[in-house]
């Protein structure tokens, strides 16, 4: 015997190791990091949130639908006492109400929600992008891009859907990150125990699980909610092949399908079942629109017990057909080939009346997002498809994919001439902000460890530095139209940078 310990060789080959393993633990400064820049906006968004006191454009349905959701559990007309006919799911006026609930009917009450929403989106940005880039700078970058996008700011201080669908997307796509780094974490374990990667016993993927709830949750908001359920669903598989291929399984892909398939099965039935839940005051109420509607239209005195679903999905028929034949011009509408482009956001208010130091004065909500940072979006978009071809990248092609599918489904629309606008591009916002990160990281190179004699992280960290200043110098310059605070009109007329197009 000997008192000397002995050393046991791993199992595991150090690339496998680094491939699999979870990133290292948060360190306070990053937690600094993003307090700071979620605190930064936070304290945007919550100055002068009651301005304006009335509705602003879509407030006027949204506000005052979520007030009757809490009177009646259902939309409603005052008017006439009757169910109100409306073609978007409730659960983002559910979440209109609860501030409505909590501080009244009131502009503060009704717009409160949309900037936790906001600002919980912005943290949860910050967290994704430390697990993508295992860089405190490059995630406290992500936060803070976003804090001062325009866009972003405006819709998070109004009550409108898209807000709510961003949010919860954002929160399913934190869930796919976790997801993939814990199964990765467990394949890891696997080998490093002498398990067969080709008969892994790996567990329940509990935040794969909470992904899916939170698509439902997005789909009770809007249904374009669709194209990032099945974006993130056929990412589960990939991210399952692609672990299984570094832990050396045979055939990964195959295997993946045909072990994991059940949880693709259970993943779109959990969607489907927390978008139902979302309809719960519906469904609890004698009076939501269609609510017995097969019953009434057969002339039987009650429903049958399959009749609420077969009623509710008479309704969604009803409402799709509403969305695919919406043709009806409006003067702020836009194609998706224009939302990158900045060329045509919505106005939300104007007022001419209000105090100024001129004779003639602006007071406005441009729903404009920041135009130095969204003009930068699509050389970001080419870069990071270059990179993601150059260094193999997968966090690239994610990144890709995840902002594209908050664009490209909407250009099929455009032959039918559908009503469309720039707003529908929020949910694709967090993650075109990903993807210039992601370039800057390029820019600014490697740790200087890796190459000590060279000044490349130097030079790059001044363009990626000027490249944030020059964002939070446009957002202070836009700020008077994102905020509808009082200037003159020439100070508002050297705003729109496109002449009538932002007009």
């Given amino acids: 015997m000997t008192s000397d310990a002995q050393t046991v060789p791993s199992p595991v080959a150090d690339v496998v190791r680094r491939r699999l393993a979870r990133p290292a633990p948060a ?18 968004r919550m100055v002068n949130l009651s301005h304006p006191k009335e509705t602003i454009f879509d407030e006027v349905y949204y506000a005052n639908e979520a007030w009757d959701l809490l009177q009646h559990g259902v939309e409603w007309n005052p008017e006439d006492s009757t169910p109100q006919y409306v073609v978007h799911p409730p659960l983002g006026k559910w979440m ?4 409505e609930q909590i501080f009244g009917y009131n502009s503060f009450g009704w717009r409160i929600a949309a900037v936790t929403v906001g600002v919980v989106s912005i943290l949860l940005i910050v967290l ?54 814990h199964r990765r974490a467990q394949w890891l374990r696997l080998l490093e125990t002498g398990g067969d990667p080709d008969h892994p016993r790996l567990g329940i993927p509990w935040y794969r699980l909470a ?9 009770g908001v809007k249904w374009s909610a669709l194209w990032y359920i099945l974006l993130f669903a056929a990412l589960t598989v990939v991210f399952e092949a ?147 071809i150059a260094r193999r990248d997968g966090r690239a092609w994610l990144i890709m994919a995840c902002a594209l599918a908050g664009i490209l489904p909407w250009f099929q629309s455009m032959p039918s001439h559908r009503t469309m606008f720039a707003f529908y591009a929020l949910p694709a916002e967090p993650f075109l902000i990903l993807a210039v990160v992601y370039v800057l990281g390029a820019i600014i190179g490697p740790p200087r460890h890796v190459n000590p004699t060279s000044d490349r992280r130097l030079i790059g960290a001044i363009v990626a530095g000027t490249y944030v200043t020059l964002v939070a110098v446009c957002f202070a310059y836009f700020y008077p139209i994102y905020a509808a605070v009082d200037i003159t ?6 705003r729109m940078w496109l002449g009538s197009r932002w007009m």
């Avoid at 209109?96 to 501030?99: A, V």
């Avoid at 992904?211 to 789909?219: D, N, R, T, Y």
């Avoid at 269609?290 to 039987?300: K, V």
Wanted: with cysteine; aromatic share 14%.
């Fill in 96 to 99: 209109i109400g609860l501030g």
């Fill in 128 to 181: 994704a992008a430390r697990r993508l880039f295992r860089s405190t700078l490059l995630a406290a970058t992500a936060g803070l891009l976003m804090s001062l996008d325009g866009m972003h700011f405006v819709l998070s201080r109004a009550a409108l859907l898209d807000i709510f669908l961003m949010f919860w997307i954002v929160v399913a796509f934190y869930f796919l990150v976790l997801d993939r780094e």
């Fill in 242 to 388: 692609s672990a299984r291929r570094t832990a050396g399984a045979r055939h990964p892909l195959h295997t993946a399908i045909a072990s994991d398939g059940r949880w693709v099965l259970v993943f779109g039935a959990l969607i489907l079942v927390t978008y139902l839940a979302t309809w719960t005051g519906w469904f609890a109420s004698d009076d939501g629109y269609f609510r017995h509607w097969y019953a009434q239209a057969n002339g039987l005195p009650h429903d049958r017990l399959i009749d609420p679903l077969v009623n509710l999905w008479h309704y969604h028929q009803e409402a799709y057909g509403f969305h695919t034949t919406l043709h009806e011009k409006h003067p702020y509408q836009s194609w998706p080939w224009m939302w990158l482009l900045l060329g045509r956001p919505v106005s939300m208010y104007v007022n001419t009346d209000g105090p100024c130091d001129a004779t003639s004065c602006v007071s406005q909500v441009l729903m404009l997002g920041t135009p130095v940072l969204w003009w930068s979006f699509l050389p970001a978009l080419i870069a990071l498809g270059w990179l993601a």
């Fill in 211 to 219: 992904c899916a709830v939170s698509l439902g949750l997005a789909a």
């Fill in 489 to 494: 009109n020439a100070e508002w007329l050297s």
């Fill in 27 to 44: 360190t306070p400064g990053f937690w600094l990091a993003a307090i700071l820049v979620t605190g930064i906006g936070l304290l945007l």
